[in-house]
């Protein structure tokens, strides 16, 4: 069974830094995908950002990149020029396309990341 | 907005009742998903349905069931409530193959007294 953990309970960062979260996992799967989803207090659950394991260049979106490392099994989230709206908590997500349980998205225990002005 | 609608937003009942959520996917979206968030047991996935059929099960207690109905909106029961089914429950709505993204409701906040 496929297992995602999330070392850090809660960050904070200054506003207008850079500010990376971690998250390993565990699989014997070769190809699967990885995801960071973002929870604010309004409680929405927004996708930042989506790796695709088979694909060695790591993904980005604006101030959002992932440092993709397949062999160590790390997935770490860098968010560069960090915002106030960044104030959230952030779930690491692993999912197998194909097989049983395929497209369930197997969470984290999450990071909860505070930014301050 | 994700485009996914659940209702309702919140719901507030007693233990041994039974409740249903409501789910509708994004316009095309052909797979429903949902999901329990709780304090103890974090982000749990429940049940799959694609176009109206079953497709995943994962921890879904056997109190809970849902279906997925022809116009694709999906419903979840829970029955015999207990305390600990206190919880945040999310629907996911896809275009039905496992590599397409996810997008989630705002979630139904589920408060067993």
């Known amino acids: 069974a496929q297992t995602v953990t999330q070392s850090q309970p809660e960050m904070s960062v200054q506003e207008a830094e850079t500010v990376t979260l971690s998250c390993t996992y565990d699989t014997s799967e070769s190809n699967y995908y990885l995801f960071w989803y973002k929870q604010p207090p309004s409680r929405q659950m927004i996708l930042v950002i989506r790796?695709?394991?088979?694909?060695?260049q790591n993904a980005t979106e604006n101030r959002f990149s992932v440092n993709f490392q397949k062999a160590a099994k790390s997935f770490s989230l860098k968010i560069s020029d960090s915002q106030l709206g960044d104030t959230a908590m952030y779930f690491c997500a692993f999912m197998k396309p194909y097989g049983g349980s395929q497209g369930n998205l197997i969470f984290g225990k999450g990071t909860k990341l505070s930014v301050k002005p | 907005d994700s485009g996914v609608t659940q209702t309702p937003k919140h719901l507030i009942t007693a233990t041994g009742q039974r409740v249903t959520l409501r789910c509708s996917p994004r316009s095309g979206d052909l797979s429903v998903y949902w999901y329990q968030q709780s304090l103890d047991q974090g982000l749990q996935f429940l049940i799959q349905y694609y176009n109206g059929e079953e497709r995943a099960k994962g921890n879904i207690l056997e109190r809970f069931s849902a279906q997925q109905f022809p116009d694709l909106h999906s419903e979840l029961n829970l029955s015999s409530l207990e305390l600990g089914d206190s919880a945040l429950y999310f629907c996911?709505?896809?275009?039905?193959?496992?590599?397409?993204?996810?997008?989630f409701g705002a979630g139904t906040r589920l408060s067993v007294l």
């Open positions: 790796q695709e394991a088979y694909k060695q």
């Open positions: 996911a709505s896809s275009k039905g193959g496992a590599k397409n993204i996810q997008y």
